[in-house]
């Protein structure tokens, strides 16, 4: 689906059609959370959506402090579409942030990032266009309740599906009917508990613009996935804001719970973001060679490889949270070995089949939907520049099951791996990020690893867990 509007006269237009009764402009933060703020219909118009809307940058984490905290709020008014959840008419827009201070783009603000890293390709002369396709998995869950104090942790999440349900006592019987561990892909209902809310969320999806293309329940236990076409670095970016939201939403007004957290559940499959990408030039994919390996160009290949060389502190980004390791294991289909292989699932990144020159592009099927997209897509495609730009060959391809690798013969191979822990990223972003400074620049990527050690790396680290009382209590 298109644009709903064009340019501002067109957005002012389709409000008046709609009966608008409020804009909603909404931001996105370092961790990829949305915020937002309503205005009155009435108190806009075209001069201040020309000039955009102020708003308080000393309350948004690790951005502007108190006495610089004035920042510019500049809508993208063709990003416009109509809130599918409000009870009065409201209108979305998604906005960039503008730094008055030094009169840019905010150079903390994730999507000016990622225009910034299009720009570069531009300049750079390799590419005028490049596009990603996120596949974003996620779980569904009826109830989940959470304890962290000093002296109590618990978490726990329940299900329908869930195997631990199969003697629990229900209104009107326990049917039985359960995906088991490992044993969700595609089988339909009655197993498949989510056939109608899957559903529900791909036509609120088209409803705020994206083009759905599928819907099924993944291999975990209330895991589900949602398939929308492709689309440029900042339109994908925010087709994974859009989705987040609607499936939030939909599934919190069937009174669910949706999440993206990685993995939730112990012992059964975690949730990624597999992210196609491929960069284009007047016309042409870049990343196509008729006959060669996947029908892969070089440039494709030396993309790889440049993610790969740097893919320690690209996980800074596409895995920022301490729970994206915990998806990151062998054995569960989140692949940490950096080879690349076609149409294997067990490489880091994947050539997936496809017929002709259009279909052609890289899979890497690392990233989680923690990340901000903005940043995870910006970080892989300024790595890859740097992979083209140096020529960087990527080891592979490698067709083999990867997962019956032992970590001796991963190391016998000479087969990089990915960082084990979030701290391992940060460090490896603090020791790597030359490639990234063309567009990150050396203070957001100062304040952004001062950021997750402090919000996610030391409280994680300093808190005792059930299974260490399990383990430790009786030594």
């Known amino acids: 689906m298109g644009k709903f509007v064009n340019n501002i006269e067109e957005f002012l237009a389709y409000c008046d059609e709609n009966?608008?009764?409020?804009?909603?402009?909404?931001?996105?933060?370092?961790?990829?959370?949305?915020?937002?703020?309503?205005?009155?219909?009435?108190?806009?118009?075209?001069?201040?959506?020309?000039?955009?809307?102020?708003?308080?940058?000393?309350?948004?984490?690790?951005?502007?402090?108190?006495?610089?905290?004035?920042?510019?709020?500049?809508?993208?008014?063709?990003?416009?579409?109509?809130?599918?959840?409000?009870?009065?008419?409201?209108?979305i827009v998604f906005c960039d942030v503008y730094d008055i201070y030094k009169g840019d783009l905010y150079e903390k603000c994730p999507r000016s990032i990622a225009k910034k890293a299009l720009k570069y390709a531009e300049e750079l002369g390799v590419a005028d266009a490049a596009y990603f396709g996120p596949e974003n998995e996620f779980f569904v869950f009826d109830d989940v309740k959470i304890i962290d104090g000093m002296n109590e942790s618990y978490y726990k999440v329940?299900?329908?599906?869930?195997?631990?349900?199969?003697?629990?006592?229900?209104?009107?019987?326990?049917?039985?009917?359960?995906?088991?561990?490992?044993?969700?892909?595609?089988?339909?209902?009655?197993?498949?508990?989510?056939?109608?809310?899957?559903?529900?969320?791909?036509?609120?999806?088209?409803?705020?613009?994206?083009?759905?293309?599928?819907?099924?329940?993944?291999?975990?236990?209330?895991?589900?996935?949602?398939?929308?076409?492709?689309?440029?670095?900042?339109?994908?970016?925010?087709?994974?804001?859009?989705?987040?939201?609607?499936?939030?939403?939909?599934?919190?007004?069937?009174?669910?719970?949706?999440?993206?957290?990685?993995?939730?559940?112990?012992?059964?499959?975690?949730?990624?973001?597999?992210?196609?990408?491929?960069?284009?030039?007047?016309?042409k994919n870049l990343f196509y060679a008729q006959g060669s390996y996947g029908n892969i160009s070089d440039m494709a290949r030396h993309y790889i490889g440049g993610i790969f060389q740097h893919a320690r502190s690209v996980a800074s980004f596409t895995n920022p949270s301490t729970n994206s390791y915990k998806r990151l294991i062998p054995g569960f289909e989140a692949p940490s070995i950096l080879t690349f292989s076609s149409q294997n699932r067990s490489a880091s990144c994947r050539i997936p089949y496809g017929a002709g020159e259009k279909a052609v592009r890289v899979e890497m099927r690392f990233p989680d939907s923690t990340a901000c997209p903005y940043l995870a897509f910006a970080a892989m495609m300024m790595a890859g520049l740097d992979g083209i730009k140096n020529k960087t060959e990527p080891i592979?391809?490698?067709?083999?099951?990867?997962?019956?690798?032992?970590?001796?013969?991963?190391?016998?191979?000479?087969?990089?791996?990915?960082?084990?822990?979030?701290?391992?990223?940060?460090?490896?972003?603090?020791?790597?990020?030359?490639?990234?400074?063309?567009?990150?620049?050396?203070?957001?990527?100062?304040?952004?690893?001062?950021?997750?050690?402090?919000?996610?790396?030391?409280?994680?680290?300093?808190?005792?867990?059930?299974?260490?009382f399990k383990t430790t209590y009786s030594c």
């Not at 009966?19 to 001069?47: C, P």
């Not at 809508?75 to 409000?86: E, G, H, N, S, W």
């Not at 670095?233 to 939030?248: C, F, H, R, S, T």
């Not at 996610?456 to 260490?468: I, L, S």
């Open 158 to 283: 329940d299900s329908t599906e869930g195997e631990w349900s199969d003697n629990t006592s229900y209104e009107g019987g326990n049917m039985g009917h359960r995906p088991r561990i490992k044993g969700g892909y595609f089988p339909v209902a009655p197993i498949d508990s989510g056939v109608d809310m899957r559903a529900e969320m791909m036509l609120v999806l088209e409803q705020v613009g994206l083009e759905v293309i599928l819907g099924h329940h993944e291999v975990a236990q209330g895991q589900h996935e949602i398939g929308i076409v492709f689309s440029d670095i900042i339109g994908a970016a925010d087709n994974v804001q859009k989705l987040k939201y609607v499936i939030k939403m939909v599934a919190h007004l069937n009174g669910k719970s949706a999440t993206f957290m990685p993995k939730p559940l112990y012992g059964d499959n975690g949730s990624g973001m597999h992210v196609h990408q491929s960069l284009w030039k007047d016309g």
């Open 19 to 91: 009966e608008v009764q409020f804009v909603d402009f909404r931001f996105t933060d370092l961790k990829g959370m949305w915020h937002h703020v309503s205005y009155r219909m009435s108190a806009i118009n075209k001069d201040n959506l020309s000039a955009g809307l102020p708003f308080d940058g000393s309350s948004i984490d690790a951005w502007q402090p108190i006495n610089q905290s004035d920042m510019i709020l500049k809508p993208d008014v063709p990003t416009a579409f109509l809130d599918p959840f409000t009870a009065d008419v409201t209108i």
């Open 396 to 468: 592979g391809p490698m067709d083999e099951d990867l997962y019956e690798l032992t970590l001796d013969e991963i190391r016998e191979k000479g087969i990089p791996q990915m960082p084990h822990t979030l701290r391992g990223a940060l460090e490896g972003l603090i020791r790597d990020n030359e490639y990234l400074q063309p567009v990150f620049t050396p203070e957001f990527i100062n304040v952004y690893q001062h950021y997750k050690f402090e919000t996610q790396v030391w409280p994680y680290e300093a808190r005792p867990t059930p299974f260490e």
